[in-house]
Antibody, heavy 116, light 113 residues
Framework: QVQLQQPGAELVKPGASVKMSCKAS????????MHWVKQRPGQGLEWIGV????????SYNQKFKGKATLTVDTSSSTAYMQLSSLTSEDSAVYYC?????????WGQGTSVTVSS | DIVMSQSPSSLAVSVGEKVTMSCKSSQSLLYSSNQKNYLAWYQQKPGQSPKLLIY???TRESGVPDRFTGSGSGTDFTLTISSVKAEDLAVYYCQQYYSYPWTFGGGTKLEIK
C-alpha cells in the first residue's frame, strides 16, 4: 500500500534552516510528482510547490520561492524540503502528498516549531 | 492565481441530515480539450492529514462512501453529504489543480449537533 513517511516534529531556532524528509513506499517513486503543503495552526492549506522525481523538475508557489527548496533522492525513494531563514511565520505542519489523482496520498505531516 | 471561495465557513447539522457546501473559483476549471473539471474535495478530521474524497469534480475516490457526492462545472461546485454521520465531523476543502499555483478554498467546518 502507498505510504508517505514523515518525521513527526522539528524544533528549530529563528534564522536557521530545516530539511525535512518524506519517504515513499508502495509505488514507483519516479512515476508520480510529489507536492508539499503548509498548514499553520488552526488555519487552511497552502500549496508550496511540486517536484517531478524522474528529472527533479520543480514548480514553486511564488510566495515560497527563496524559502523552500525541493529535492529528491531516487535511490531511497525520498523527497526532501528545505526551509531557510526560519521565522515564527514558518511554524506549521508540512505535508508531502503524492500527485496522482489530484493529491491522492498524504503523509502524516512534520510539525515545525520555530523558537529560540 | 485562481482564488477558491467556500461557503458556508461552518455549519452544524444533526445525524441523518443532508448537507450541501459550495465552492466557487475565480476562473473556470473546465479544460476544454478533455471536458474535465480540475477540482478536488478533501476531508480533514481533527488531528489528521487531509484525505482525498472527490477528484475531477465528481469522481469519488476509492473507498469513499457513496453518501459523498461532488457536482458542478466551470466555476461553481458543490459537495453533498446525503445523510450525515457523526464520523463526518471534519473540515472540507476544495482545491483546484487546473493551474499552478494550486490553491485551496478556506474550508467548511462541519459540526454535529
Amino acid at each position: 500500500q502507498v505510504q508517505l513517511q514523515q518525521p513527526g516534529a522539528e524544533l528549530v531556532k529563528p534564522g536557521a534552516s530545516v530539511k525535512m524528509s518524506c519517504k515513499a513506499s508502495g509505488y514507483t517513486f519516479t512515476s508520480y510528482w510529489m507536492h508539499w503543503v503548509k498548514q499553520r495552526p488552526g488555519q487552511g492549506l497552502e500549496w508550496i510547490g511540486v517536484i517531478d522525481p524522474s528529472d527533479s523538475y520543480t514548480s514553486y508557489n511564488q510566495k515560497f520561492k527563496g524559502k523552500a527548496t525541493l529535492t529528491v533522492d531516487t535511490s531511497s525513494s525520498t523527497a526532501y524540503m528545505q526551509l531557510s531563514s526560519l521565522t515564527s511565520e514558518d511554524s506549521a505542519v508540512y505535508y508531502c502528498t503524492r500527485g496522482g489523482r489530484a493529491m491522492d496520498y498524504w503523509g502524516q505531516g512534520t510539525s515545525v516549531t520555530v523558537s529560540s | 492565481d485562481i482564488v477558491m471561495s467556500q461557503s458556508p465557513s461552518s455549519l452544524a447539522v444533526s445525524v441523518g441530515e443532508k448537507v450541501t457546501m459550495s465552492c466557487k473559483s475565480s476562473q473556470s476549471l473546465l479544460y476544454s480539450s478533455n471536458q474535465k473539471n480540475y477540482l478536488a474535495w478533501y476531508q480533514q478530521k481533527p488531528g489528521q492529514s487531509p484525505k482525498l474524497l472527490i477528484y475531477w469534480a465528481s469522481t469519488r475516490e476509492s473507498g469513499v462512501p457513496d453518501r459523498f457526492t461532488g457536482s458542478g462545472s466551470g466555476t461553481d461546485f458543490t459537495l453533498t453529504i446525503s445523510s450525515v454521520k457523526a464520523e463526518d465531523l471534519a473540515v472540507y476543502y476544495c482545491q483546484q489543480y487546473y493551474s499552478y499555483p494550486w490553491t485551496f478554498g478556506g474550508g467548511t467546518k462541519l459540526e454535529i449537533k
